[in-house]
């Protein structure tokens, strides 16, 4: 069964950097795009970063550009999302995500607040 559990949500001061962690499961990563969306209340979800497994490749939203870094480590099947000079407008519910087979797979995300 494929899961995806996303950890590391917390809250954090301006400035200040977290690491979230998505670890997969009922899969390895091998070919697999790896994605984080976040969600601010009353906002869309948006793209935030995604990652090629095999690769290493990255692509990151602008607004993320320069602080964030995504990575991977294979041996223990998980994605990572660095933020780093996190901004109170970064506040929100983060998720991964990957498609197989033509279906979407969820974690059920973890929360970041970025507040003094």
């Not at 200040?16 to 499961?25: K, N, P, R, Y």
Request: charged share 15%; aromatic share 8%.
């Amino acid at each position: 069964q494929v899961q995806l559990a996303e950890s590391g949500g917390g809250l954090v001061q301006p400035g200040g950097s977290l690491t979230l962690s998505c670890v997969a499961s009922g899969f390895r990563l091998s070919a697999d795009v790896i994605t984080w969306y976040r969600q601010a209340p009353g906002n869309q979800r948006e793209l935030v970063a995604s990652i090629t497994s095999a690769t290493g490749t990255t692509h990151y939203a602008d607004s993320v550009k320069d602080r964030f870094i995504v990575s991977r480590d294979l041996d223990k099947n998980t994605v990572y999302l660095q933020m780093n000079s996190l901004k109170p407008e970064d506040t929100a519910m983060y998720y991964c995500k990957t498609l197989k087979r033509g279906i979407h797979y969820w974690g059920n995300g973890t929360l970041v607040t970025v507040s003094s």
